[in-house]
């Protein structure tokens, strides 16, 4: 018998499902809707089930929390989870259905720590309540913002249609401007019931709470000395926060007692917008997420909606060579952003913008690739569904536009053999001479920020910074998708999961990276002229179903959780868009990686978990 | 300072003889000013999104725009005369924004760099995203693009020296910071159930009383859609049955022709004044 009990965190999902079953035959249903999977839970069992699942059948990392309303076909909202075993396979979801009017469900972070923000930001859109949740506040929002914006009923201020194109504006319709119809001219709508008199301006009463006017300033005894707690905010505009970020840190003489982040200052609707939108027109705003490594937040996506084609089955790649350019793409995209991330690290630690500078020059010389290939430096919108934008050109060109700036006519194949042969692993080897065993790097870094690896699981982090700690856990291999598996490539892993760990594995991820790109080159050679530019790219019809595409980002797991509920002759949008942005749910383990040390840490800290905040607020 | 510096400060109207043109340049005050002004630019260190990467990317070595005086980026609001917007203005983000621009010392200069900043963008429907940053603060250039390249970000900083260049101390519109004491802070905005700006509490207040008498207020009807390859039908059946070419016009061309022959006629008058002088 102990076989079977061994044997269970090995059991594929339908049996998984079936076992669950067994136990709670009146609790658990299968999702019987077309195109859905999973099962369905008693939102009163959940906090068992979710212990089962996470004890008895191994599923250990929550990957994804989300809401759904189906409003106007169910009339209920539902919360889906989507559980994974850090050893690798298939995710297993399960969904918790509630009524509309007071929707409640148990909260699951004594389950999975790492739900916290996910429920947060569920109990901020849709106004579902978890109950025992330790802190179920608005995250995105602020607090006294008027309803809760991803339920279906609610509009925003520019509201016109439910879905785009508009009927006034395509075929051939009438140009205005959306303020002109807004009488405050501005993307604004208030309440009929506002009242001027009683308004709660926390914009304000929050910057005096962080000076530490607004609070009682405590004395008490630590190691003997007294010293004052003290508040100080950091951001939302503040150099070293990569972004629109803020973090309220209470002190304790320089020490930190507590770290609470405060998000959605570039919290930018994407979801919503991404409901309204068709399909492929969402392919561009998916590049915004991580505007640092658009190209892979563009494969997320499209693999999700090709799920969603092929009904549940794994889609077959449509040509060979689309694989293989999207492969490169990516692998590329997480060398410019480990640059980047690295660059800013060093950065953070006080070695102002000479690393950055370095590593930037590579990453120039990796954008103008991008440019010649999808024209655009940044947010190159190049995958498609079921193949790319196009292929690669025959000649880099450009231009010259700038006194120093050389004109650029190069044989692509031949920039590209170039890069990777020569180029990235000579600049990486320089790096790594300069900067690694850099005494001042080490001892800034070593055994600060700590995050163990049970810790990692359990705060559901993802990308180098679970690999810091520890655990193996990459999507390319757990769960892997376009031709990683015929590719030869390790993934490298931390030991003691502090700042030097995780900059050990980004360096050495791209080292894998080169390795890769290295074994992509011959097949690009050999399978030139196969088409890459399909119809059903350009003119999905999908059909009615969910699905959830995940991807290895630079940054972390990047999931996207997709429903389309549309008739596939009408015109097409999600029903429900999420993004399970891998640098919010690291924010999780931001506050305890924190407290003890330093607040000069605190930046480093940050840096090192290389967040980029379009994703984080979305 | 070398001999070209300083003739590109020379007034031709007070001839310097050509022995000390290389010491010596006689120029009006607006123009020393302009000069020295636009030839230090600090932008304020401030990314807000997509846009902020292409910003550093002009910052670093291979565009570098500390060629053309924007000399380094400074993270305090009170060493800065630019402000680049640099990417989304949300709801959120728009109060810190409009407090740090009260904090900028003047003379001081708003860029709306990319789509979002200059009006919203891809994500203007957005409820959380201010269409543009100039429905709060006043803005100098506008550079399109999602996000703008380097060059493009180069152009507008230097078509803002340009500006510069142009601005008269004679004239207050130009330089309000020469007024009479301190300017007025631009109200910061407040996070009630929607984002507030203090410059339209009464219209606010307004629509909070006839929300009370059930009066709908919110929106604002456009004209019903009429399908333009109609009214362009319409249109020349009216151009036939009518001799007169000028009857023709609708009248919102003609409004418009108006409209900007009141203007040719004042930028006449105030040529001619000027000539005067």
């Known amino acids: 018998m102990m076989d079977v009990v061994a044997d269970k965190t090995q059991l594929d999902i339908s049996a998984s499902i079936e076992l669950l079953r067994e136990r709670w035959p009146d609790a658990i249903s299968h999702d019987n809707r077309d195109g859905f999977s999973g099962i369905i839970v008693d939102p009163a069992q959940l906090d068992d089930v979710a212990l089962a699942i996470r004890d008895e059948l191994g599923f250990d990392y929550l990957s994804s929390v989300t809401g759904v309303d189906y409003l106007g076909i169910a009339d209920h909202m539902e919360v889906v989870y989507h559980a994974c075993r850090t050893s690798g396979g298939p995710a297993l979801v399960f969904k918790a259905q509630t009524g509309r009017d007071d929707p409640r469900v148990p909260s699951l972070v004594s389950v999975w720590p790492g739900a916290d923000f996910q429920e947060r930001e569920a109990y901020d859109l849709y106004g579902i309540h978890f109950d025992g949740h330790p802190d179920l506040r608005r995250i995105l929002l602020w607090d006294g913002f008027d309803g809760h914006p991803l339920r279906k009923d609610w509009q925003e201020a520019y509201f016109e249609e439910e879905h785009k194109p508009f009927d006034s504006r395509w075929p051939g319709g009438q140009v205005y401007r959306a303020e002109e119809k807004n009488v405050f001219g501005k993307n604004v709508r208030y309440p009929d019931d506002l009242d001027l008199g009683r308004l709660n301006d926390v914009s304000e009463s929050d910057l005096y709470q962080g000076l530490g006017l607004g609070v009682d300033v405590q004395a008490l005894d630590s190691d003997g000395l007294r010293t004052d707690r003290l508040v100080v905010n950091l951001g939302p505009h503040h150099p070293s926060t990569h972004g629109v970020f803020r973090m309220v840190v209470t002190l304790d003489g320089e020490t930190i007692a507590s770290l609470d982040p405060v998000m959605g200052y570039l919290h930018r609707n994407h979801e919503k917008i991404g409901e309204r939108n068709s399909f492929l027109h969402n392919m561009p705003f998916t590049d915004r997420l991580d505007y640092i490594s658009s190209m892979s937040n563009n494969l997320g996506y499209a693999l999700a909606v090709e799920q969603l084609l092929s009904q549940g089955a794994r889609y077959s790649p449509p040509t060979y060579r689309a694989e293989c350019l999207r492969v490169l793409m990516v692998e590329l995209t997480r060398i410019v952003n480990h640059l980047w991330s690295l660059g800013f690290l060093l950065n953070d630690l006080g070695a102002f913008f000479t690393p950055m500078l370095y590593a930037n020059n590579e990453r120039e010389k990796i954008l103008d690739f991008f440019e010649a290939t999808s024209g655009s430096r940044l947010m190159c919108n190049y995958m498609r569904f079921a193949g790319v934008y196009r292929d690669i050109p025959e000649r880099i060109r450009s231009v010259a536009n700038l006194v120093n700036d050389k004109v650029r006519d190069y044989n692509t194949m031949d920039y590209l053999t170039e890069m990777v042969n020569e180029r990235l692993p000579r600049f990486l080897d320089e790096y790594d001479t300069l900067l690694t065993r850099n005494e001042i790097l080490r001892e800034r870094t070593v055994g600060v920020g700590v995050l163990l690896a049970e810790d990692a699981i359990a705060l559901s982090t993802c990308g180098p910074l679970l690999r810091a700690s520890g655990v193996p856990y990459d999507v390319r291999r757990a769960d892997p998708y376009s031709i990683y598996p015929e590719l030869d490539f390790n993934i490298p892993a931390g030991k003691n999961g502090d700042i030097y760990d995780r900059f050990l594995v980004r360096f050495q991820e791209m080292r894998e990276s080169v390795r890769i790109l290295k074994q992509i080159l011959p097949r690009l050679e050999q399978s030139q002229g196969e088409a890459v530019v399909t119809k059903i790219g350009h003119t999905p019809r999908v059909p009615v179903g969910e699905a959830y595409g995940r991807v290895e980002n630079p940054k972390g797991e990047l999931g996207y959780y997709v429903v389309s509920e549309g008739d596939p002759k009408g015109p097409q949008n999600p029903w429900r868009y999420h993004v399970r942005a891998p640098s919010f749910i690291n924010l999780t383990a931001l506050g305890p990686m924190c407290v003890g040390h330093k607040v000069a840490d605190v930046v480093t800290i940050l840096g090192s978990i290389d967040i980029v905040l379009g994703e984080t607020d979305r | ?277």
Do not use: H
């Not at chain 2, 997509?50 to 990317?57: R, S």
């Not at chain 2, 995203?129 to 390249?149: H, I, Q």
């Not at chain 2, 009464?202 to 859609?225: H, K, M, V």
């Open chain 2, 1 to 277: 300072m070398a001999q070209t510096d300083l003739r590109a400060l020379q007034d031709t109207e007070f001839p310097v003889p050509e022995e000390l043109q290389a010491n010596i340049a006689i120029t009006s005050l607006d123009k020393i000013y302009n000069w020295s002004r636009r030839s230090s630019m600090w932008p304020l260190l401030f990314g807000l999104a997509c846009c902020a990467i292409e910003m550093i990317g002009t910052a670093a070595s291979r565009f570098d725009f500390s060629r053309f005086g924007f000399e380094v980026m400074r993270g305090s609001p009170r060493q800065s005369d630019l402000m680049i917007v640099s990417g989304t203005v949300t709801k959120k983000m728009i109060v810190p924004i409009v407090r740090l621009y009260n904090q900028m010392p003047e003379p001081k200069y708003v860029l709306a760099m990319g789509a979002c900043a200059s009006g919203g963008g891809p994500f203007k429907e957005g409820y959380n995203v201010v269409s543009g940053v100039d429905k709060y603060l006043p803005v100098d250039v506008y550079v399109p693009g999602c996000p703008p390249t380097p060059q493009a970000l180069l152009y507008g900083m230097i078509t803002l020296q340009k500006k510069i260049d142009g601005q008269s101390l004679a004239n207050l519109d130009d330089v309000p910071w020469y007024g009479v004491g301190p300017s007025e802070p631009t109200p910061v905005p407040v996070l009630g159930p929607d984002i507030i700006d203090p410059r339209q509490m009464e219209l606010i207040r307004e629509q909070a009383q006839q929300a009370a008498l059930e009066a709908p207020f919110g929106a604002r009807e456009l004209p019903a859609w009429v399908n333009p390859a109609e009214v362009a039908q319409e249109t020349t059946v009216v151009e036939e049955t009518q001799d007169g070419a000028e009857d023709g016009i609708d009248p919102a061309t003609a409004a418009r022709i108006r409209k900007r022959e009141e203007a040719m006629a004042r930028l006449a008058a105030r040529r001619a004044a000027k000539g005067g002088q």
